[in-house]
C-alpha cells in the first residue's frame, strides 16, 4: 500500500484529504505545519508527500527542498 504524508496547517483539509486518500486505498499521514512534516519523513518512509504552499511556520517550497535534501528519492 502506498503511503502519502499530507502536510498542511489546515485540520479541516488534512482531514478531508486523508478520508479521501484512504477510501482510494492509501494508506496517509498528516503533519500541521513544516517542521513537523520534516519530522516525519525522518522517522518514517513515504512515497508522496503533498505539501500546502503556505504554512504557519515556513514556505512548502522550503519544506519541499528539505525533505528532498533528506531522501531524494521521495
Not at 513544516?34 to 525522518?42: D, E, I, P, Q, S
Amino acid at each position: 500500500m502506498k503511503r502519502i504524508l499530507i502536510i498542511d496547517d489546515d485540520l479541516d483539509m488534512c482531514s478531508l484529504l486523508s478520508r479521501y486518500l484512504q477510501r482510494k486505498g492509501y494508506e496517509t499521514d498528516a503533519a500541521h505545519n513544516g517542521a513537523k512534516g520534516v519530522a516525519k519523513v525522518k522517522e518514517a518512509s513515504y512515497d508522496v508527500v503533498l505539501c500546502d504552499f503556505r504554512l504557519g511556520d515556513k514556505e512548502g517550497k522550503e519544506v519541499l527542498t528539505e525533505i528532498k535534501a533528506i531522501k531524494p528519492q521521495l
